[in-house]
């Protein structure tokens, strides 16, 4: 296994005379009373321009530099670097002319706690050059597996892994392609499904994007091991770029003889094509993805024990998981399920998006918990608000409020506290945020995405949307909450396929949480987030007003009106409740009830 | 192409190692613009734009402009990425055209880290 660490010490001349050998040898002996010999690795190297500072060290992969160091300083350095992983500012080297220095990367919240693993070329490597993926170990995973690995040997890699499918429900990626390797007939078809359509979500693209050969590496292990000699890539028409990237990608494979026949002259063969989607929520849901491939109305069937395209075997995998597979084989199983939970393993991608100071793509590892990633990595939420709730698993999924922030992220935890894993995407929002419209408008995007064949999804979905939409407008009477619940039951129970059975999650996990905002919309025409427009009002505390006119300068409607240093007032006639006064108004005057 | 083998792939990393790795290269910087959907959106374009330019008429011979996908941080867009030689990566964010002029004639010609632009230096943790 290649050495974590690299130190580079510089052994010219000045550094020599600096007394670079005598701290080679502290720093080696050091490593080694420590036990990090496996993991740290010195390396003597030329001039490094810096050496007037000498004896210099840089450290790899982090990139720091140590300047004019003492044998005194070494164990000090080995304990506190390498052991704990803290960087010894005091004895960096700050560039002359410079007060501070840029922070560190690794030091930076947003970037601390990520493992990259799914994303472990983003940023770095060229994704429309193969030499740069080959570069970082691409195609050798394949080149292990074709050439040295029988399909078993894959495939126990894979389930001894932990691997769990990313797309969201965690089915065990091993047990999966076993079961299709069993399968006797012929031919056999390997899918990946990049159909990513949850509002918020952007994993599949980014990595799709950033990486494709790691997504085509990946299926072409799966193929090997199941005995498919070609493949689809299963990506929707939005995604112009990640279609152009991967395209691309395929012919450099094919160029290259990754694809193809006789790949590494192991007699295996394996092609892959794109198969653009035309962007129908409904065809992520594996029946409905298949049919669509085979040319068909892109309808959920009743689900078979095991999908079939064309009634052959077929794996179909999320481009995450495909993404971790050539990791697994170079690395080994025992490696990788070392990451994350006794039941999850691995990391996890997320998209988080909303109410966040940093939005972002991050990958970590499983375990960690909500908060972490809503107050570390994402930074908080903007503007000094107050945390609400976060939204994991798109429409399928649920909403979970401030009291379950410290649920650590697997699959079990997730499904217990009534959302999902999903496929990634994690929604945060404010204290601004009204429930009953949050879950009105995934409702609506169900309602729109429905494919219309289960009348309890079709019809359902928009039943419910009438409920929410009359409590948003004040409308809402006694009983709506229990029909909500009675009607989402029996979506759930009625449809025919994930879509339909999850549609009502966001209305009865935000009723699990948010009951009361629910309730206070029936009762007292009232919305507690100050986001309905029809159920709030805007007016200026006269205490609070200076009468400096920026709300009235900004109005779109010309409703506000006062004079200089004088205090201003609305005209609920002319109101349109969009808020701007709100956020123009630098002393808090502007109320909300 | 004639068939490749598994030995032939570390022979094309060395080869491509040269130019994208500037510890063994030639190049003594390297510019890498992160141009996933976040950062196009954003504005990568005028950036990659920007630069361009600039490598025209400085015409530097050891300066490599290069692509990359999304770094991450999508919210901070548009992001470049400036490797130097036996440095750690320099990340800036929240760039435009001129941001980006000015970076190239500080940091990339200049070798002086643009502090106000400049996120953070160091590389992110992989496997």
């Known amino acids: 296994m290649p050495h974590i660490t690299n130190v580079m010490i510089c052994t010219c001349t000045n550094c020599i005379s600096n007394g670079a050998l005598d701290i080679r040898d502290t720093l080696e002996a050091e490593i080694k009373q420590q036990g990090l010999e496996e993991d740290v690795l010195v390396v003597p190297t030329g001039a490094s321009g810096l050496c007037v500072n000498g004896p210099i060290l840089m450290v790899q992969p982090e990139g720091i530099f140590y300047q004019k160091l003492t044998g005194g300083d070494i164990p000090n350095l080995v304990e506190e670097h390498f052991l704990k992983g803290r960087p010894v500012k005091s004895l960096m ?40 993926y080959i570069a970082r170990d691409g195609y050798k995973a394949l080149a292990k597996a074709v050439t040295s690995m029988s399909q078993e040997d894959v ?95 395929i012919e450099q494979a094919r160029e290259f003889g990754l694809l193809g026949k006789d790949i590494f002259g192991s007699g295996f063969d394996f092609d892959l094509q794109v198969f653009k989607g035309a962007g129908a929520f409904v065809c992520g849901e594996t029946t409905a ?59 996890k991608v997320f998209s988080l998006a909303g109410n966040i100071n940093n939005a972002g793509l991050v990958e970590v590892p499983m375990g960690i918990t909500l908060r972490e990633i809503v107050y570390n990595i994402g930074g908080g939420i903007p503007k000094g608000k107050k945390f609400k709730a976060v939204q994991t698993g798109g429409p ?59 009348t309890s999804c079709r019809e359902g979905s928009l039943a419910l949307l009438e409920i929410l939409g009359r409590m948003c407008k004040g409308e809402g009477k006694e009983g709506d909450i229990e029909l909500l619940e009675e009607l989402g039951e029996a979506i ?50 006269k205490e609070k007003c200076i009468g400096c006119l920026l709300c009235a300068k900004n109005c779109p409607q010309g409703a506000i009106s006062g004079k200089a240093k004088e205090v201003h007032t609305i005209d609920q006639d002319k109101c349109i409740k969009c808020g701007v006064c709100l956020d123009a108004c630098k002393v808090d005057a502007v109320l909300v009830a | 192409m004639s068939k490749i083998k598994p030995e032939d792939l570390d022979k094309i990393g060395e080869k491509i ?53 999304c770094a991450g941080l999508c919210s901070s867009e548009p992001m470049i990425t400036i490797e130097e030689k036996d440095k750690p990566a320099v990340k800036y964010v929240e760039l435009n055209a001129g941001k980006a002029k000015k970076i190239f004639i500080e940091h990339v010609l200049g070798g002086k880290i643009v502090n106000e632009y400049a996120l953070a230096a160091g590389s992110e943790r992989t496997l």
């Not at chain 1, 990049?194 to 193929?223: K, L, T």
């Not at chain 1, 994930?498 to 949480?513: A, F, K, M």
Request: one cysteine or more; proline letters at 6%.
């Open chain 2, 17 to 69: 190692k040269k130019t994208m790795l500037l510890r063994e290269g030639s190049c003594r910087v390297k510019i890498i613009v992160h141009m996933g959907t976040c950062g196009i959106a954003a504005g990568a374009r005028n950036v990659m734009k920007a630069l361009m330019d600039e490598m025209e008429m400085a015409d530097s011979k050891d300066i490599l402009l290069t692509i990359s996908s």
């Open chain 1, 289 to 347: 993805l298949v049919a669509s491939i085979e040319g068909k109305i892109p309808e959920p069937r009743q689900r078979p024990p095991r999908t079939t395209l064309w009634n052959k075997p077929v794996v179909i995998n999320n481009v995450e998981t495909w993404a971790n597979v050539p990791v697994i084989i170079n690395w080994g199983a025992k490696w990788f399920s070392e990451i994350g939970t006794e039941k999850s393993k691995g990391t």
């Open chain 1, 155 to 249: 495939i126990k890699e894979m389930s001894d892994s932990g691997l769990r499918g990313r797309g969201g429900a965690g089915f065990p990626t091993g047990r999966k392609w076993d079961s299709r390797r069993k399968d006797p007939r012929t031919p056999k078809f390997v899918v990946c499904n990049a159909d990513e359509g949850d509002p918020g979500a952007f994993m599949d693209r980014s990595i799709v994007e950033a990486d494709p050969h790691s997504v085509i590496e990946g299926m072409a292990i799966g193929a090997y091991a199941v005995g498919a000699s070609s493949g689809y890539v299963y990506l929707r028409m939005e995604y112009p770029l990640a279609v152009k990237r991967i395209q691309l990608a």
């Open chain 1, 492 to 541: 759930r129970d009625a449809s025919q396929c994930g879509l339909g059975q999850s549609l009502p999650n966001p209305v009865l996990s935000s009723l699990e949480h948010f009951r009361e905002e629910y309730q206070a919309h029936i009762d007292d025409k009232k919305c507690p987030a100050g986001s309905c427009k029809a159920l709030i009002d805007f007016s200026i505390d």
């Open chain 1, 93 to 132: 080297y700050v560039p002359p002319g410079e007060e501070s220095p840029i922070p560190e990367l690794r030091s930076i919240p947003f970037f601390k706690d990520q493992r990259l693993i799914a994303l472990r070329n983003r940023g770095l490597i060229d994704p429309d050059k193969i030499e740069e």
């Open chain 1, 396 to 454: 399928s999924g649920g909403f979970l409020p401030a009291k379950l922030l410290d649920l650590s992220v697997d699959y079990e935890q997730l499904d217990q506290a009534g959302s999902m894993m999903g496929s990634g995407g994690m929604v945060v929002m404010d204290e601004n945020v009204c429930m009953v419209e949050m879950a009105k408008y995934f409702i609506e995007f169900t309602n729109d995405e429905s494919c219309g064949k289960c």
